[in-house]
């Protein structure tokens, strides 16, 4: 009896342990984690999944609320780049390339202006409410609104 | 009918030549149907292999028109990328150069550059080492500077495609020399572009999954090649082809080399670059649809094919089953006429040609000896007593036995002889090239003997025989009848001379033919003309040598022929019927001069002979009373002369006429007796009153001892029965001497009795009244002695 008491014993603490460091886990990847941003000066509170590929892909140049929509990627080859295409739109970088290359040879559209740093797309999205960007979560601050987590 | 005006046509046709004969052949029913095969699958195959052949054209135009769209289209943009990539090399030319990096930051920020995702841009020094790049600087670059160096100064150096492991992308670098406003290499600058780019353009849509597009370069090196997904960097083309200078219009279609796919193929220099661009589309994708629809064509046409052979298939059995239907009812009909025609022209009971074709025949061959000169003959048969035959045997019998004589005849003649029935038991047989008494002789031999031989009809074995004559045209007539009939005389003749003969014709026969013909024409106004004699024979007692009687002979006073005795006209006159009113005329005439005699005191027994006709006739008692009324004749004095063999013709009838004649109270006679075969117990039953011995016995009486012994017999018999004996054809004493030594009555004949006509006969009675018991030999010497006429 005793033994089986401290068998399930055992077996609770273990799963109690490993739900810790789950939650733990799961606290520093909700702060990386990257989201879609708007300026605070935009009205736009939220946008679907869908609206924001489509922002970036080039297949809609406007919010849903019929206003200019800027796409600001950052710096060609940065990892907040590669974890935003894959993760948010999941697609990898050779898919992204191809894409844009058919659009740019067949003169249908231009990719996403890139900003050198972090700092500079907060800066950047912070004064242009027309822009959209993507960035981890705790480098968001007041000037930004997140629009898709 | 329609048949011989076929075979006419076709043979008119067949004779005009071979182009005809083609017509003929071809315009027979299997050969249309197969023309019209042959036409309708032509058209159907024809039509078809043009619509594919359209098909064809449309399909190669329109991917010709396609490939040269996507060649422009491929152009247009081509040229402008290129020219983003000079315009961008120009660009950092134009630059001050000191701080290269600087430059690049500036162009950046700017968005003067390309975009970074597919584009590079880095500045080198004129020795090859990077100053600074929109990448992370690598340790060298991958320009040839060398080849560079050799390029005239606005020329852009397009080099091969290099892999970069960094990040697994294939580059395609555009580099241009940087110089000194002097012409001295002052560095390298370069535009490296994501060499999948280039066919980025590539749209499954228009291009098909095996289409192409490609970029070569001045060197016949593709530097990036894309078909479907499948990309290629750096390849050789293999081949002039890709770089021979050829319209922009031009589309060739031939096969590519590394995957052996034909294409519809449109190659274009880039103006400004040293590059060539290529676009190809795949002829089996761009058919496709063409294709299919072709094979439905063929599909379909076959299907319609086969549907329309088997339609014609069935049409033609069709045709050929109503063309045979057709063809047997005609066959039919064609059977039917020839019967028709046979029953019209022959025999239905011999199959022997019949009267109305044997004369057509008959004619015919008539005609045939007059052109040839020969003679030809007819013979006319009967066969003899078929009457009889077939009144014994039965009509059935009667026919067969003709059906046997036919075959009989036909089986001894020529083939070219023509047997023919008439009708009845009549025939005629047709003999062409036949004059000669001999061979027709011989002929006649042969159908009397195939005639003659037994047959068995009805279980019973017949004999019959047949009698023939003949007439030889021209000779015995010029026309059919004529010869007809005088073949029909001359039968007549042999039938007259016993049957079972043969006579030709002859003038003799003619004439007495006419003679036959006018003895009936007078004899049937012999009656009228008052031209029949009575003359009178004596019947002298033997005892006292006294006339007792006398018998009534008929004779004819003919204009011409003078005196006639009976036997000679007697056949006519029972043929014709004549027998009863001469016989009655000759009865009525002797009990007259019977009469007339008794008034004159010369009461005689008046004997006058019957004939078979009148003794058979229903009326001759009713007629016979009449007469005794009429003339007053005393009844006893009159007696009737029957032959036996008239008794026993029909004995039972016989005696109940002899009855009704004994009746009226007339005596009975009986003729030429002896020579029938009457018993003696019928002989009592008769109610006669004299014998009349037959003259062949009084004849042979001298010699003869079978003579005596019949007369004796029949004397005692005549006696028993209380007859009167009378001896007839008497002609000498001693025959008198032997008759009075038998106690024989009365005798007539020759001798001492010659007949004579009623004057002279008188005379007789009277002078015997005047001399009586005397002999008077003389009283018969004014008649001529005429054995033939004596004795009737």
Known sequence: MISGFSHCLCVLLACLLMQSEGLADESSHKANKMVVVVSRANPVQSLS????????????????????????????????????????????????????????????????????????????????????????????????????? | MNYSTDVVTSRTLESVGPGARLFERLSRPRMQFFLIALILLTALWGATLNLVRIEIRNAEQTAMVSALEIAGTYEAQMIRALTEIEHTLDLVAFMDLTNPEQVLEELSV????????????????????????????????????????????????????????????????????????????????????????????????????????????????????????????????????????????????????????????????????????????????????????????????????????????????????LHRSRTKVLKEQIAHTRQIEYLAFHDGLTGLPNRSFFTKLLQQSMAEARRSGKPMSLMFLDLDKFKSINDTLGHDAGDQLLQEVAIRIKGVLRESDVVARLGGDEFVILLPDTGDEQPLTEASRKILDAVRSSYMLAGQEIRTTISIGVSVYPHHGEDEETLMKNADIAMYHAKERGRNNVRF???????????????????????????????????????????????????????????????????????????????????????????????????????????????????????????????????????LEITESMIMNDLPKAIGVMHQMKKLGVRIAIDDFGTGYSSLSELKDFPIDTLKIDGS???????????????????????????????????????????????CDEFQGFYLNVPMPSSQFELLLRSQDWLSGAESKNTGTAVVPNTAAAIL
Request: some cysteine; aromatic content about 8%; hydrophobic content about 40%.
């Open chain 1, 49 to 149: 999944k869908s609206q924001v590929e489509d922002i970036f892909l080039g297949k809609s140049l406007a919010f849903p609320d019929g206003r200019r929509a800027v796409p600001v990627d950052q710096a060609e080859g940065s990892e907040e780049r590669g974890r935003f295409y894959t993760e948010v739109l999941g697609r990898t970088a050779a898919q992204i390339r191809t894409h844009w290359s058919r659009l740019v040879f067949t003169g249908r559209g231009r990719p996403p202006r890139s900003v050198g740093s972090r700092e500079e797309l907060v800066q950047v999205i912070a004064n242009d409410p027309q822009s959209i960007g993507y960035i981890e979560r705790h480098l968001i601050d007041g000037s930004l609104r997140v629009v898709l987590e």
């Open chain 2, 110 to 321: 700017n968005h003067l550059l390309p975009p970074a995702i597919l584009f590079a841009v880095t500045i080198a020094a004129a020795d090859g080492v990077p100053l600074a790049s929109t990448r992370p600087l690598e340790a060298r670059i991958y320009v040839d500077i060398a080849e560079l160096s050799l390029l005239p100064e606005e020329q852009l150096l397009v080099s091969q495609p290099r892999f970069d492991e960094s990040n697994e992308q294939w580059w395609l670098d555009f580099s241009r020399m940087l110089r000194t406003p002097d012409g001295e290499a002052a560095g390298v600058t370069i535009v490296s572009a994501d060499a999948e780019y280039f066919v980025s353009g590539y749209e499954r849509v228009r291009l098909g999954a095996r289409g192409m597009l490609g970029l070569l370069g001045s060197d016949g090196i593709f530097r990036i090649r894309r078909t479907g997904d499948s990309i290629a960097y750096g390849v050789p083309s293999g081949s002039d082809i890709w770089l021979e200078t050829r319209e922009d219009s031009a589309v060739t279609i031939f096969g590519h080399d590394w995957d052996g796919e034909a294409r519809y193929t449109s190659t274009r220099p880039i103006f400004g670059f040293p590059l060539t661009l290529a676009v190809g589309l795949s002829v089996t994708e761009q058919n496709a649809s063409a294709t299919a629809r072709i094979e439905t064509y063929l599909v379909r046409t076959t299907v319609v094919s086969i549907l329309l052979l088997v339609l014609l298939y069935i049409l033609g059995r069709l045709r050929r089953q």
């Open chain 2, 505 to 639: 014709y002859s003038n003799h026969i003619y004439t007495s033919s006419l003679e036959r013909m006018s003895f009936e024409t007078n004899l049937r106004y012999a009656l009228e003309n008052d031209e029949l004699r009575l003359f009178y024979q004596g019947k002298r007692d033997l005892a006292t040598g006294k006339i007792t009687g006398m018998e009534a002979l008929l004779r004819w006073q003919h204009p011409e022929m003078g005196l006639i005795v009976p036997r000679q006209f007697i056949n006519i006159a029972e043929e014709s019927g004549l027998i009863i009113p001469i016989g009655l005329w000759a009865l009525e005439a002797a009990c007259r001069q019977s009469v007339v005699w008794r008034k004159q005191g010369l009461p005689f027994n008046m004997a006058v002979n019957l004939s078979a006709a009148q003794f058979g006739d229903d009326e001759l008692i009713k007629d016979l009373k009449a007469i005794l009324q009429e003339t007053e004749i005393e009844p006893g004095k009159l007696e």
């Open chain 2, 697 to 743: 016995f009084i004849a042979d009486i001298e010699g003869s001892k079978e003579s005596q012994g019949v007369a004796d017999a029949i004397i005692a018999m005549g006696r028993t029965l209380g007859l009167v004996i009378v001896a007839e054809g008497v002609e000498s004493s001693a025959q008198v001497d032997y008759l009075k030594s038998r106690v």
